[in-house]
């Protein structure tokens, strides 16, 4: 079964699927974490290997080691991630932008739930310095933006910025179709993610 629906509707559907043995390739967000530890838990039980990933697209599983990479290299230097989306996208952040935030936190020994800054509101707003105290993360929502995704890592007079963006949803598609391919001939009972897939 292949899911690129919305959280509600993906819990219920691949909690069945994965309860009868069936496969699972899963691209939906902000699903909850009682549902993620319980799907676990029964991938292993009934020998339903899935993949879950919060974009398929090839650039943005690159973007996501890369930025690991970075990351351990320049804790001490400020890190911010930007997403925008389409006006009709519902969550925000987006779960790429999420994950963005996770690889780096955890390249650095962080918990993101800890660290995490969602946007800046007017007023006295003063930002803690380095990665390691504080991960900066922004929602833009606006006409049809398919998905954007750029990691700023903001150092002493210099910066490096990391971007994807993708100009039609064929990325997401070729993306879910090679994450097909994989499940259907993968031999461990387990959660796979698109680096897994894609060999990273």
């Known amino acids: 079964v292949v899911d690129f629906t919305v959280a509600k509707a993906a819990e219920k559907n691949c909690l069945i699927c994965v309860e009868n043995g069936i496969r699972c ?3 939906t967000t902000a699903m909850s974490k009682d549902f ?4 676990e838990e029964l991938v292993g039980k009934n020998k339903a290997p ?3 990933s919060p974009n398929m697209a090839t650039g943005v599983n690159i973007l996501f080691k890369i930025s ?3 990351a351990s290299y320049l804790k001490e230097w400020d890190i911010e991630v ?3 989306h389409h006006h009709r996208k519902i969550d925000a952040p987006s779960g790429t932008a999420l994950k963005i935030g996770k690889v780096i936190s955890d390249s650095i020994g962080s918990n993101l739930d800890e660290i995490a800054k969602y946007g800046r509101e007017r007023g006295p707003n003063k930002r803690l310095v380095g990665a390691k105290n504080e991960i900066g993360i ?3 929502r606006g006409g049809d933006i398919v998905g954007d995704h750029t990691v700023l890592f903001a150092g002493p ?5 990391l971007k994807h963006q993708a100009h039609s949803r064929m990325c997401f598609a070729t993306g879910a179709i090679k994450a097909i391919k994989f499940i259907v001939e993968a031999q461990e009972n ?4 698109t680096n897994a897939v894609l060999g990273l």
């Open 157 to 161: 007079g210099e910066r490096i910025e």
């Open 25 to 27: 390739v899963i691209g």
């Open 82 to 84: 930007v997403e925008a």
């Open 36 to 39: 993620l530890d319980k799907f």
């Open 190 to 193: 387990k959660i796979y993610s």
């Open 68 to 70: 690991g990479i970075l």
């Open 138 to 140: 922004h929602s833009i």
């Open 50 to 52: 899935a993949v879950i």
